[in-house]
């Protein structure tokens, strides 16, 4: 039901903004969402770069709608055990919202957690843990000790 939605989603918004339209693009990302959780990673895939390819033909690929492809594309293929290039893709969506947004945005964390999360799926607990551990300290900083986000990075 929800691939069926998402699919229908994405038809609607080509047809009234086109294919290069953001909202299109983000419609792209959320279908290989749904795809890579009902295990159809190579159509996930597929269209995770499809919709980074677009992305960054929008100012140059500054912009969030990159930066969600970026990192969900390197979600997937961490899923993949392709940890170089997952590596790649996380590294790139966290500095990209680091220019975007500052060090004072609450998404970053999860950015930072990101990183590490590709690393320490490796082993390579020493090289993940100053990402993790800036992750937790700066959402302790933004959102509290008790926001759900927060714990998410302990």
């Known amino acids: 039901m929800f691939l069926a939605c998402a699919r229908e989603g994405l038809e609607r918004k080509r047809r009234a903004t086109g294919e290069e339209h953001p909202d299109t ?64 893709h ?21 950015l930072l957690s990101n990183v590490g999360s590709v690393m320490q799926a490796q082993g390579r607990l020493d090289d993940a843990a100053p990402f993790r551990r800036e992750a937790l300290e700066m959402s302790r900083r933004l959102l509290g000790d008790h926001h759900p986000d927060t714990a998410t990075q302990l």
């Open 90 to 110: 996380q590294r790139a969506a966290l500095d990209l919202g680091r220019r975007l947004y500052g060090d004072d945005h609450p998404g970053l964390p999860t």
């Open 25 to 88: 693009i983000k419609a792209i990302n959320n279908l290989a969402l749904v795809l890579q959780t009902q295990g159809k990673l190579d159509e996930a895939e597929t269209l995770q770069r499809e919709a980074l390819e677009k992305a960054g033909r929008i100012r140059g690929g500054e912009n969030d709608v990159a930066l969600s492809a970026m990192s969900n594309l390197g979600l997937l293929l961490q899923r993949r055990e392709q940890w170089s290039e997952a590596e790649r």
